[in-house]
């Protein structure tokens, strides 16, 4: 199947996913969601199968992961295993982020927009930790690492970069947004068509960071 075709099919996907939510069929999710990850690697190998990259393997990697993350958070008490999956997935899209060979120095606005980074992981942490319970330091734990992902994103490409490095950092920046939406609906409140959004936002993360980073493995690496 060509590459255009995978990515059809992940977006179709990933409106039915969000149609169910919408709907409330959560039975049919148990279907929808885990076919996500599973056609975005197939969209992944279709664009760099062929490339004998290292770095190349750290995103089909961190997509097992995720899919792992996906099956696991269909069920709430596997939370923190999902979490862990989610974990490690952000970790090597990180190691990945951290080798790629920025073409421009670091500019005033990639600092400020790092630090931002950083006061609103650390507000967002600290306006949720008094209704994290037991769950605080994996919560906590999860919140560094997912950070840091976005601010190796920036490190890496920067905020004026190429196309690929724009997408990866969007991406980034919508994982952040969409786990922020998650951990407000689990641990704070939960608000009107908020898990349909932050299932869209975490859709189209993953096939940012996903489509930025197999556009760099072609063109850079």
């Known amino acids: 199947m060509q590459s255009i075709s995978w990515g059809v099919v992940y977006f179709l996907l990933l409106l039915a996913d969000i149609c169910l939510i919408a709907l409330d069929v959560p039975e049919a999710r148990y279907v929808s969601k885990p076919l996500l990850m599973i056609a975005l690697g197939c969209y992944c190998w279709s664009q760099v199968g062929a490339l004998q990259l290292r770095a190349r393997n750290l995103i089909f990697i961190a997509l097992i992961f995720s899919w792992w993350g996906d099956v696991l958070l269909l069920f709430d008490e596997l939370f923190v295993e999902g979490l862990a999956s989610f974990l490690a997935a952000h970790i090597l899209y990180s190691i990945f982020f951290l080798l790629v060979k920025r073409r421009s120095p670091m500019n005033g606005k990639d600092a400020v927009s790092m ?85 869209l936002t975490y859709g189209c993360a993953q096939w940012m960071i996903v489509e930025g980073s197999t556009r760099y493995l072609k063109v850079e690496a």
């Open 115 to 199: 630090a931002l980074v950083a006061v609103y992981a650390t507000g967002l942490v600290w306006f949720l930790a008094p209704h994290l319970g037991g769950l605080k330091p994996a919560v906590v734990a999860y919140s560094v690492v997912l950070s840091f992902m976005l601010l190796s994103s920036i490190g890496a490409f920067g905020l004026n970069g190429t196309q690929a490095g724009r997408l990866c950092v969007s991406g980034a920046v919508l994982f952040v947004f969409s786990d922020s939406m998650l951990a407000i609906e689990k641990f704070y409140m939960e608000f009107p068509g908020g898990s349909g959004l932050v299932m």
